[in-house]
């Protein structure tokens, strides 16, 4: 009797518990969608078209900060995606983090814009791994920036990955020399609503969310 007593009072309190929905962050999408369209789209210096055309992959981090610990230490999250099979079509995005390095020491700020292309299949697989080390898992090399779009040196040729930063305005290329990145297992999970490595997330099999579509609209200017 005590059972069938207590039992509507149970199921009232779990009717009334709130619901906890996992979302994206949906300004840091917007930031990312921003900075696609001004460091990508803009008129002379910004990233040179034909080699955003020629990427496999973009990795897009708004608003990297230098972090309290460690001199030059930076920190900052965003997203990657890849093509598809389909022209013009990029995959849904995957969480990424970068920390450590030197990221926008080169031009100064609180905060800089980070934008990385991954020019070969190569720099895709060190990518798409867990967690990597520039410099010592992979070749990343400044991206040339304005009229610098024609130059073909070695580092150009050679790189698996290319980086430019924008802070305060400015413009350049720079090496992310001794930074890590690696997946961002609590982003995909907002995202995606469970846990998803970024190598099955862009393989483009997976939705893009909603949250989402807009970055990639961005994406597919390029």
């Known amino acids: ?6 039992a509507p009072f149970a199921l009232a309190a779990v009717a009334a518990a709130p619901v906890v929905l996992l979302h994206a962050d949906v300004e840091r999408l917007k930031n990312a969608e921003i900075v696609v369209n001004e460091m990508a ?15 496999k992959c973009v990795v897009v981090i ?6 309290a610990l460690g001199v030059g230490g930076q920190y900052g999250r965003g997203y990657i995606s890849c093509r598809t099979s389909e022209p013009g079509s ?3 995005p995957g969480g990424i983090r970068v920390e450590g390095g030197s990221v926008g020491l080169q031009i100064g700020g609180a905060e800089t814009d980070l934008v990385l292309l991954v020019m070969n299949e190569r720099g895709v ?3 798409l791994q867990s967690r990597f080390t520039v410099g010592a898992d992979a070749a990343v090399a400044a991206g040339p920036v304005g009229r610098q779009a024609g130059v073909q040196t ?6 698996e990955i290319l980086a430019w930063s924008r802070s305060r305005g400015a413009f350049a290329g720079i090496s992310l020399q001794g930074s890590t990145l690696r997946e961002d297992d609590g982003e995909n999970r907002e995202l995606y609503g469970k846990e998803l490595p970024n190598k099955e ?3 483009g099999k997976i939705p ?13 200017k390029y």
């Open 125 to 127: 697989d060190r990518l």
């Open 41 to 55: 789209g803009g008129v002379g210096d910004g990233i040179p078209k034909d080699l955003f055309a020629k990427a």
């Open 1 to 6: 009797m005590a059972l069938k007593r207590i």
């Open 90 to 92: 990029w995959s849904a």
């Open 154 to 159: 070695d580092a150009l040729l050679t790189a």
């Open 62 to 67: 708004p608003g990297v900060k230098k972090a």
């Open 201 to 203: 997330i862009v393989s």
């Open 208 to 220: 893009v969310p909603k949250d989402a579509v807009a970055f990639i609209s961005a994406l597919s």
